[in-house]
C-alpha cells in the first residue's frame, strides 16, 4: 500500500510541475518563477558537416581525423624537399592548396557566401517549453554567417522561446562569440524580450588573436609558448605543483629549437601561404570578422581584403563593427536603462595565445581579459602591476585584484564587471555556473556588492570546482615550490594502494 501511495504521489508532482511549466495551456502567462535561460554558444561549439543527416554526412569544420592524418601524409616528401633545395615558395603552394583542399566546405566566396551549400551545423537544439530552474536550453548556430543573420536567428528563438514556455521575457548567457551575436540582437531587436543578459569570457570586443593572424602579425616566442602549454598544469596540488616545476625546468630544453625552427619557417613561407590560403580561407568569413579588435579594423581590411572583389563582403563586416562595436557601451547602457539586468564575467591567469605581439597577455586562454572586460588594466602574464600601484580611476571602490594584477577600475562598467582567476575560456566549472544561475534568478541588477560571496575579483579552485573569493594567501596558482615530503607520503600511499 505504501508503494501504491508513494507511486500515486510521484505521479501527482509530476503531473503539477508540468502544468507549471506548460502553462501556456491554460493561461498567456507562467508563474513559475523559473526564466527561461538560452545558452547563446560560441565560435565552432558544434562542428560543421556537409550533407546533414545523410549517409554521405562528412566534417567541414572539425574535420575527421583521417583527413587531416592523409594530408600530412601528403605533405612530409615536400618537406624534405624544402629543406634540402631551400625552395620555400614551393613547399608554401603546396601547403595552402593542401589547407585549401580541407577546409573547402567551410570556406566563402569573396562576398561572404558559402561555397558549399550543403554545409550546416551538425547539431540544432529547438527551442524548448522546459524550463527547470538552472536549466538552459541551447542556441547553436553557423558561425560562418554574417553576426546579424545570426542575430535574426536568435530572435526567433527568443520568440518561439516565450511562447512555448509561456514567458515574456527570457535570460540570456552567452559566451565567447555569443557575446558578438547577444550585441547585434540587442542593437536591431531592442530590449523588451530580455530581463538578464551575462557575457561570459565574451568577444564583444574582438580577440587579439584572430586580430594578429588578419594584420599579418605571425611571430613566434619559445617562451609564450611554453606558458601557453603551460596552462595545462592547473592548481596546487602537491603532484601538480611537482609537475609544474619539472615542466618549468626542462620545457626550454624542448621548446627553444621547435619554435626557432618554426619561427623560421614561417618567416619564409608567410608571404605566400597569405595570399594563397589565409586571406580567402579565414578572411572571407563574414562571422570570424567579428573577432577583429576595434582599434585594428580598418588595417585589417586594408590587409585581408579587395575594396572592389569584396565590396559586399566588406558591406556586411563594416555594419557589425560600426553599428555594434564601436557603440558596445552605449548598447549596454540603452539596455540597462530599459531594465534589462546586466553581468559581464571576464577570466584571466592564463597566457594567451603564442602568436604575435599579444602573446604576453594576460587572457582565458583564448580571450584576452582587457577585451572580455571591456578595458581592464592588466598586467602582463606572470607579472603584476609592480609595487605601489594605485587604480587608475578612484571611484571609492577598490577595483584591484588582491594578487595586484587587474585594475578594473579602467573597465567600461566596473560595478558590474567580474573576474575569475584560473578558468579556462568556456570551461566552466560548478561553481561558475552555479555563480552565472545565482545572477539570473536574483530579482535586480547585481553589482560585485551584491554579494559577499561572490566579490569582484574570485579563484576558480581547481580540485573543488568551487568558486572562492580571491585572496592574497590563495592567489599563487602557479607555484613551483614542491613540498618534498608531501610527495614522498604522496608516492608511500599509492604503493600501498
Request: aromatic share 12%; net charge negative.
Amino acid at each position: 500500500m505504501k508503494k501504491l501511495l508513494a507511486v500515486f504521489l510521484s505521479v501527482v508532482i509530476a503531473f503539477s510541475l508540468s502544468l507549471s511549466i506548460f502553462a501556456q495551456s491554460e493561461s498567456d502567462e507562467c508563474n513559475c518563477g523559473n526564466i527561461p535561460v538560452i545558452f547563446v554558444t560560441g565560435f565552432a561549439y558544434t562542428d560543421l558537416v556537409a550533407n546533414a543527416g545523410t549517409e554521405e554526412e562528412y566534417g567541414a569544420f572539425g574535420v575527421e581525423t583521417e583527413a587531416i592524418t592523409d594530408m600530412i601524409k601528403r605533405l612530409i616528401l615536400p618537406l624534405f624537399e624544402m629543406l634540402f633545395t631551400r625552395n620555400y615558395d614551393k613547399f608554401a603552394h603546396k601547403l595552402s592548396a593542401e589547407v585549401n583542399d580541407l577546409f573547402y566546405d567551410a570556406s566563402c566566396d569573396e562576398n561572404g557566401n558559402p561555397k558549399n551549400p550543403t554545409v550546416d551545423i551538425e547539431v540544432y537544439d529547438p527551442p524548448s517549453p522546459y524550463h527547470f530552474r538552472n536549466t538552459k536550453s541551447t542556441f547553436r548556430y553557423d558561425w560562418r554567417k554574417d553576426v546579424f543573420d545570426i542575430a535574426a536567428e536568435l530572435n526567433d528563438y527568443i520568440e518561439e522561446t516565450k511562447r512555448l514556455t509561456g514567458h515574456s521575457k527570457v535570460a540570456l548567457r552567452s559566451e565567447s562569440m555569443g557575446g558578438a551575436v547577444t550585441m547585434a540582437y540587442l542593437h536591431t531587436y531592442g530590449y523588451d524580450s530580455v530581463e538578464t543578459v551575462i557575457m561570459q569570457s565574451s568577444a564583444f570586443e574582438g580577440i587579439e588573436m584572430m586580430t594578429s593572424l588578419f594584420v599579418g602579425d605571425l611571430e613566434l616566442d619559445p617562451q609564450p609558448v611554453m606558458n601557453y602549454v603551460g596552462n595545462f598544469l592547473e592548481g596546487n596540488s602537491t603532484e601538480m605543483v611537482f609537475y609544474r616545476a619539472l615542466y618549468k625546468t626542462f620545457a626550454s630544453l624542448a621548446f627553444n629549437p621547435v619554435v626557432n625552427i618554426l619561427e623560421g619557417l614561417i618567416v619564409n613561407i608567410k608571404d605566400v601561404v597569405y595570399e594563397d590560403c589565409i586571406k580567402s580561407l579565414f578572411g572571407y568569413i563574414p562571422g570570424i570578422w567579428a573577432f577583429v579588435a576595434e582599434d585594428s579594423y580598418e588595417e585589417a581590411k586594408e590587409f585581408m581584403l579587395d575594396e572592389e572583389v569584396n565590396a559586399e563582403l566588406i558591406k556586411k563586416i563594416d555594419k557589425y563593427h560600426y553599428e555594434v562595436m564601436n557603440r558596445k557601451e552605449e548598447i549596454i547602457e540603452d539596455a540597462m536603462a530599459n531594465g534589462i539586468n546586466f553581468a559581464i564575467i571576464s577570466n584571466y591567469g592564463k597566457a594567451a595565445v603564442p602568436l604575435g605581439e599579444q602573446s604576453t597577455n594576460q587572457s582565458d586562454f583564448l580571450i584576452d581579459t582587457k577585451h572580455t572586460s571591456l578595458g581592464a588594466t592588466c598586467a602582463p602574464y606572470g607579472e603584476t602591476l609592480g609595487d605601489g600601484y594605485v587604480q587608475k580611476i578612484d571611484d571609492g571602490h577598490n577595483h584591484v585584484s588582491p594578487d595586484n594584477v587587474i585594475d578594473a577600475s579602467t573597465c567600461a562598467f566596473p560595478e558590474i564587471t567580474w573576474f575569475v582567476k584560473d578558468m579556462m575560456h568556456t570551461w566552466y566549472s560548478d561553481g561558475y555556473n552555479e555563480f552565472a544561475y545565482n545572477l539570473i534568478y536574483t530579482p535586480g541588477q547585481e553589482t560585485i556588492h551584491t554579494y559577499p560571496e561572490y566579490p569582484q575579483f574570485m579563484l576558480n579552485n581547481q580540485e573543488t570546482e568551487a568558486l572562492e573569493p580571491l585572496t592574497k594567501e590563495n592567489a599563487d596558482t602557479q607555484s613551483t615550490d614542491v613540498d618534498y615530503i608531501a610527495l614522498f607520503e604522496l608516492l608511500i600511499a599509492s604503493a600501498e594502494k
